[in-house]
């Protein structure tokens, strides 16, 4: 009976582990997604952005305006590549998220089977219990009849 309450007590705890592991999840592929809208947002704003410089090189465009273009351009890709860079630190994040959200998975598992295995083993022991006491019952019938 001892075993089985420590069993469930430990089934309670992984219970919450999994929980707390999964709203982690959660969360960082909730930052996955934020970092990867970012990205795709800076890379499709220097996508239009370099079409309007194409366009307005087309039609004829002043030393001044091109430079303004390249500094523009220059911290526009810094921007995109820092958005990379915390994208990528985002995905790894979630990638360790994950592996802590199954390792509670298989815990909580481990758990289940033991609760499951020391639940099996009770009930065999109640049912001898059960077995003995009708065995004996049956044996005092059995003496009451012959005497």
Known sequence: MRSSGVVKAL??????????AAEALT????????????????????????NNQNTLMESG?????????QNFFNKLDS??????????FAKRHARKQRDIWQES???????????KRSDNREQKVQLKKDQNMMDEFA???????HT
């Not at 044996?139 to 009849?145: D, F, I, L, P, Q």
């Open 105 to 115: 998975q298989r815990k909580k598992l481990s758990y289940d089977v033991l609760a």
């Open 61 to 69: 465009m002043g030393a001044e305006v091109y430079r303004n273009f």
């Open 27 to 50: 969360k960082a592929i909730k930052m996955v997604e934020e970092a990867e809208g970012k990205y795709n947002m800076l890379c499709q704003y220097r996508e239009d952005y370099l």
């Open 139 to 145: 044996m005092r019938v059995s003496r009451v009849r």
């Open 11 to 20: 089934k309670e705890i992984a219970a919450k582990e999994v929980d707390l």
């Open 79 to 88: 921007a995109v590549n820092a958005q990379a860079e915390a994208l990528e």
